[in-house]
């Protein structure tokens, strides 16, 4: 990877999306915030509204609840390739299970694939589940068994992993 890439890893309102943003707008870089939630339900949609409205104005967005390898490839062919921020893992994982295991698969390789040559920084949003209980049906044992697993190859691939925790940064590599 020619830019630099940023894991930040926690549980569920652990401030990790919060530091993320810090990340992001530290930078002094362009910004495109890459979002793969759905608003499939009036909860879901304030919440999205909700992120929406704590972001800067200026920050660019693009929706891509499947296809996360295109938008890098696209983003990537810029002149001056802007950080891009991508809300969240697990909810992209979720929307590819539901898509079937081809699109699963695919989608999968492609994103880390077009992760490794993107030519900007780029900021990851993740759910860490394996602190947790192991789920009682088979979906919601497969969601963490992958996700799981992506956070491994990202944190691999990353130059820098931090866990947020209580809305505080511990960096565990980088």
């Known amino acids: 990877m020619s830019g630099n890439c940023t894991l930040v890893l926690g549980g569920i309102r652990s401030g990790k999306t919060a530091l993320a943003e810090q990340?992001?707008?530290?930078s002094g870089e362009p910004?495109?915030?890459?979002?793969?939630a759905t608003a499939g339900d009036e909860e879901m949609a304030r919440r999205v509204a909700r992120h929406q409205q704590s972001r800067p104005p200026e920050w660019g967005l693009v929706e891509a609840p499947l296809r996360l390898a295109s938008v890098l490839d696209d983003q990537g062919s810029w002149p001056r390739p802007p950080l891009l921020l991508v809300?969240?893992?697990?909810?992209?994982?979720?929307?590819?299970?539901?898509?079937?295991?081809?699109?699963?698969?695919r989608e999968r390789a492609a994103?880390?694939?077009?992760?490794?040559?993107?030519?900007?920084?780029?900021?990851?949003?993740?759910?860490?589940?394996g602190l947790g209980t192991i789920g009682?049906?088979?979906?919601?044992r497969r969601f963490c068994d992958e996700l799981g697993w992506l956070n491994q190859?990202?944190?691999?691939?990353?130059?820098?992993?931090?866990m947020s925790v209580a809305g505080l940064a511990l960096t565990l590599k980088g």
């Open 111 to 129: 994103f880390l694939q077009a992760l490794n040559g993107y030519p900007g920084q780029v900021v990851i949003v993740s759910n860490e589940v």
């Open 23 to 26: 990340v992001a707008g530290d």
């Open 31 to 36: 910004v495109v915030y890459l979002a793969t």
């Open 87 to 105: 809300d969240c893992m697990s909810l992209w994982v979720s929307n590819l299970l539901f898509a079937g295991d081809e699109v699963f698969s």
């Open 153 to 162: 190859d990202l944190a691999a691939c990353c130059d820098r992993v931090v």
């Open 136 to 140: 009682m049906e088979p979906l919601t």
